[in-house]
């Protein structure tokens, strides 16, 4: 079992949830059906909002540790965006009364830093499109120490039991600690936790392949290619966000992929999009390495800078992969 006693998954768990509560509570009073295509003011505030609820909880928890994440408050300082900081402010003294726009920015910008032995990565939300759509969308927060990510917590607002999609439902969180395995439990509530398992599937014909909506996320054309090669037969999956890990992790799928797309062929995953789904994967029994079968770095800032794509998989599978990604060039 988890040791909920760990400081540090203390932290992660409540930081987690309740930016996770806010983050919902933007989506549905923000994004509504006359929201125009080209309109990410609900997201840019979620955003932010987010950031500066796991900011000020970490300034609370771990004074001196550092938080790499995306978002800084420069932008926001800016006369300009006033009325974005009140609207962004506003969000925040839900969660923390009688909070004002300067602590609100100093929240989003407490520990920043671009790496260091110790450090968390924060994802404040990883999915941005799925937000905007009203459908899939984590927050995603990892403890990174010399490299390798040691907590990890992803909070799944629209996944019950870490893989069933449910607009509105308990939602899930979903806690991994390095040795202790991934676990699962209500985002609302207070129910037991649940031990991930990775599916037992070996036959690659029935593998199901996990796969973004957005199709600038990768290459379609390779991965169509990767399929015929290992033989796939299942429909695939499309999903937005790291919650694709946690159906990894829940046995609701085999394969994901994230190949370079053509139109950036020298692209590299930014860390906080991959850490915090990469521990809860291998604590379930998966297996992630980069498409030339290398461990992931996360000791080279805010890119994995050593490492091409993503091949993430059950691990039964994660040999046969790796071959069809060689014989498809990817």
């Known amino acids: 079992m988890i040791d909920l006693t760990q400081p540090e998954v203390q932290f992660a768990m409540q930081a987690v949830r309740k930016a996770s509560q806010l983050v919902r509570q933007v989506q549905q009073t923000m994004v509504t059906p006359a929201l125009t295509k080209d309109d990410r003011s609900p997201v840019t505030v979620a955003d932010f909002a987010s950031q500066a609820i796991v900011g000020r909880l970490l300034s609370q928890s771990f004074p001196k540790d550092l938080l790499v994440a995306e978002e800084d408050s420069a932008d926001l300082r800016k006369p300009e965006a006033a009325e974005l900081l009140s609207r962004v402010s506003d969000y925040v003294s839900q969660a923390v009364p009688g909070a004002n726009s300067n602590q609100v920015c100093q929240w989003i910008d407490f520990g920043r830093a671009d790496s260091g032995q110790r450090f968390w990565t924060l994802d404040p939300i990883d999915g941005t499109k799925g937000f905007l759509r009203g459908e899939q969308y984590v927050v995603a927060l990892a403890l990174v120490e010399n490299g390798q990510v040691q907590v990890a917590a992803l909070g799944c607002p629209n996944l019950v039991?870490?893989?069933?999609?449910?607009?509105?439902?308990?939602?899930?969180?979903?806690?991994?600690?390095?040795?202790?395995?991934?676990?699962?439990?209500?985002?609302?509530?207070?129910?037991?936790?649940?031990?991930?398992?990775?599916?037992?599937?070996?036959?690659?014909?029935?593998?199901?392949?996990?796969?973004?909506?957005e199709s600038g996320h990768t290459n379609i054309g390779q991965i169509d290619q990767f399929a015929q090669v290992l033989g796939l037969q299942a429909p695939p999956v499309s999903m937005d966000s790291q919650g694709k890990y946690a159906l990894l992790a829940a046995g609701s799928g085999e394969l994901y992929l994230r190949l370079l797309s053509p139109d950036k062929p020298n692209y590299r995953e930014k860390i906080w999009d991959q850490a915090a789904g990469s521990l809860v994967l291998q604590e379930s029994g998966g297996m992630l390495t980069d498409l030339d079968g290398k461990q992931l770095d996360f000791s080279t800032g805010r890119s994995l800078i050593n490492n091409r794509g993503i091949l993430a998989s059950n691990g039964l599978l994660h040999p046969a992969a790796l071959h069809a990604l060689r014989t498809v060039g990817a």
């Open 161 to 213: 039991n870490a893989s069933q999609p449910l607009l509105g439902g308990a939602g899930s969180l979903i806690l991994a600690v390095r040795d202790q395995g991934a676990w699962t439990t209500p985002l609302v509530g207070d129910e037991d936790f649940q031990k991930l398992h990775t599916s037992t599937i070996q036959d690659p014909a029935q593998a199901r392949v996990l796969r973004s909506v």
